[in-house]
Nanobody, 123 residues
């Protein structure tokens, strides 16, 4: 079992930045692929970014590539999402997720989810 707790969401103006954190507890964090997903009102939850358990491999949705950076600190069981040049269309609840494999891109492959943190970008 893995417990995930997100933090760092909030209200920011377009063009601004936010850094989301996800603290993990439970099983060995360094053996899990981690990812961020987001869900806007009335829309399905969508993939944002993923990172391998080693941290060496990352993958991003086209909509955030070049603006967002996923990273992890295995010593402190935490994964981060640095979000720059934010746009109103980035407004959503952001979820952290963990999968017991090297790297996963599909939502269905993730076994554990946090409760989410709200990000609102004003124009």
């Amino acid at each position: 079992q893995v417990q995930l707790v997100e933090s760092g969401g909030g209200l920011v103006q377009a063009g601004g930045s936010l850094r989301l954190s996800c603290a993990a507890s439970g099983r060995t964090f360094s053996t899990y692929a981690m990812a961020w997903f987001r869900q806007a009102p009335g829309k399905e939850r969508e993939f944002v970014a993923a990172i391998s358990w080693s941290g060496f491999s990352t993958y991003y949705a086209d909509s955030v590539k070049g603006r967002f950076t996923i990273s992890r600190d295995n010593a402190n069981d935490t994964v981060y999402l640095q979000m720059n040049s934010l746009k109103p269309e980035d407004t959503a609840v952001y979820y952290c997720a963990a999968a017991a494999s090297y790297l996963e891109l599909l939502k269905g492959a993730y076994d554990y989810w946090g409760q989410g943190t709200q990000v609102t970008v004003s124009s």
